[in-house]
């Protein structure tokens, strides 16, 4: 239950801190007089929309606060531990503040949460039903949600939305695999051909480089091959080393005569003689290290040819054959298994879409069901309402050749004000009275849902007065002896039935500067301030003791 609204600097409201309790309490006061500012105000303290506009000129920010008393067992305490938040006090107080920037910070029990979190919250706590929600009650369109909303089916709905969705994907994949398939068929011939080239020759990740590398060094070594052996031949034992080692002998048998003069250039041939034949074992090892098998250097060529040349025929680098390769095989067993895919996934589609026409069936007879039992509890309200000869049904209208994210059905609901006439359209059917009776009936079923929630109905009474006001006052009345109820009202009979009224005034005040700023205030009125109140509403500014009288009665017939 809503107990408390405290609001600073917002619009036209400097601060007003209001109380409330159980039963119907009724806002009255001229038109312009600020209802909407009380409404927009506690809208951003549920987390509605709001921004700079809010907050009141010359103020730096603004605030609106709302205290709850909620029972133990409220479902709001277990969704707020739901998302980790967990309050041992019993009020719940939830808070906005909005800054001159448009900025705005939310609390609730003063420890900061998301906005999101907050307008999640607000729609567990208060049910508002403005003047212009009837769009959704007379346009088709939200006829469907609000029966699920109704008969309590969102999770039904939900499920059957992603069946949909599942079923929808499904399909679409298929489409787009057969229309691969089709294509891929068509280049079968050449992704065969390819594969099999491609196969044939095997191309491997870095092969050009390697094939490359290796050719080169073999067509080096061929160009020095003839110049190593001579230098072979030059350096051997018909070379120089034969006659290194020719002279050597010969300074040795002269040594031995020369009394050690020839020591030295005999020590500088045998050093000659290990340089030449050092340099031949390196020149030997050189030539081994570059021998080749001319075989081998030919299929180096072929090799390297053949890649460059499919390489060529596909428009891409060797570097890429393997990839290429690699594509075109997958290609062609995808053409190969075309037809057995697709099979299989239209055996997929066909089951997901049995399963979404199941989900969609039995949400079907939920609403059937659910729309019964509005149906007649519709009707139920309509007779303390001056309507006892109306008829309200619910049309739902199956067709599983239909199948949306909705489900397969078309919801509407439909009246009829006169015995014998055929439904239509509420829009269509009811005049302006009737129609805010039926919807009053239909606001009253849709809310009342033993959920806690604390409603408020903006002007519900519009376009009626009379007797049909006072029906409407009686029902309101009613429904607040079970659920915390307010109404903003222009109608003095349904004022007359609230438990507490309050009156909403705007006045014209000089401010520090000496000039003017528009105030509006809220004020519980007590039983005289009532009876003037109700008077001022029935006759208009000018009060007369008839119009005092006419609400005198009011007061006393609503007991």
């Known amino acids: 239950m809503l ?26 006061g001229e038109t312009g007089a600020g209802k909407s500012i009380l409404l927009d105000a506690l809208g951003a303290a549920l987390g509605a929309r709001a921004n700079a506009d809010l907050v009141r000129v010359g103020a730096e920010k603004g605030s609106a606060t709302a205290e709850f008393d909620l029972d133990d067992d409220h479902p709001v305490w277990e969704w707020l531990r739901e998302q980790g938040h967990d309050f041992e006090d019993a ?9 001159r920037e448009g900025r705005s910070r939310a609390f609730v029990n003063d420890k900061p949460v998301g906005v999101v979190t907050l307008r999640e919250l607000g729609s567990r706590l208060i049910e508002i039903h403005g003047q212009f929600d009837d769009r959704a009650l007379v346009d088709p369109a939200g006829h469907r949600g609000l029966l699920d909303a109704y008969g309590g089916l969102q999770g039904e709905h939900k499920r059957v939305n992603a069946l949909y969705l599942a079923w929808r994907e499904h399909a679409t994949r298929l489409e787009t695999t057969r229309a691969e398939v089709a294509e891929a068929q068509r280049d079968a011939e050449f992704v065969r051909h390819s594969v ?72 500088a041939i ?33 090799r390297l040819f053949a890649l460059r040349g499919l390489a060529r025929k596909h428009r891409i680098g060797v570097a890429d054959l393997p990839k290429l390769f690699a594509g075109l095989d997958e290609k062609l067993k995808f053409i190969e298994q075309g037809e057995t895919k697709l099979t299989e996934m239209e055996g997929e589609v066909a089951t997901a879409h049995a399963t979404f026409l199941d989900a969609a069936k039995a949400l079907s007879r939920a609403r059937q069901e659910a729309a019964g039992v509005l149906d007649k509890q519709v009707v139920g309200e309509l007779a303390p309402l001056k309507l006892e000869r109306a008829i309200f049904r619910t049309l739902v209208d199956s067709d599983p050749e239909r199948g949306g994210p909705d489900g397969i059905d078309r919801v509407a609901f439909e009246v009829t004000t ?19 009776r039926f919807l009053l009936a239909l606001k009253v079923c849709l809310a009342q849902k033993g959920d806690g929630k604390t409603l408020i109905f903006d002007e519900i009474d519009r376009g009626v007065g009379g007797a049909t006001a006072a029906a409407i006052g009686a029902r309101l009345r009613r429904l607040g002896e079970d659920t915390q109820t307010l109404v903003i009202t222009h109608a003095p009979q349904v004022a007359a039935e609230a438990d507490r009224q309050w009156r909403i005034q705007k006045s014209v005040e000089a401010d520090e500067d000496g000039g003017e700023m ?26 007369t003791k008839a119009a005092k009288d006419a609400a005198k009665s009011l007061l006393k017939a609503a007991g």
């Open 518 to 543: 528009t105030r509006t205030q809220v004020v519980e009125l007590s039983r005289t301030e009532r009876v003037d109140e109700l008077a001022r509403m029935l006759a208009g500014e000018s009060v």
């Open 196 to 267: 099999e080239e491609l196969a044939a020759l095997a191309p491997e990740e870095g092969e050009e480089d390697v094939l490359d590398a290796e050719r080169r060094q073999m067509q080096r070594a061929e160009s020095i091959a003839e110049d190593v052996q001579k230098a072979i031949g030059l350096l051997g034992n018909h070379g120089a080393e034969m006659a290194i080692g020719d002279t050597m002998r010969r300074i040795e048998v002269a040594a031995e005569k020369a009394d050690g003069k020839l020591d030295a250039a005999l020590a």
């Open 91 to 99: 009020a719940l107080i939830v808070r906005r503040v909005i800054n």
């Open 3 to 28: 107990r408390r609204l405290s609001i600073r600097n917002i619009v036209l409201i400097d601060a007003l801190d209001l109380e409330f309790d159980a039963g119907l309490g009724a806002m009255t």
């Open 418 to 436: 006169n015995p014998g006439s055929a439904p239509g359209p509420i829009d269509k059917i009811a005049s302006g009275g009737e129609l805010s």
């Open 270 to 302: 045998g050093r000659a003689l290990n340089a030449t034949s050092e340099a031949l074992s390196e020149v030997e090892r050189a030539s081994e290290a570059l021998s080749f098998d001319p075989m081998r250097l030919e299929q180096a060529e072929e």
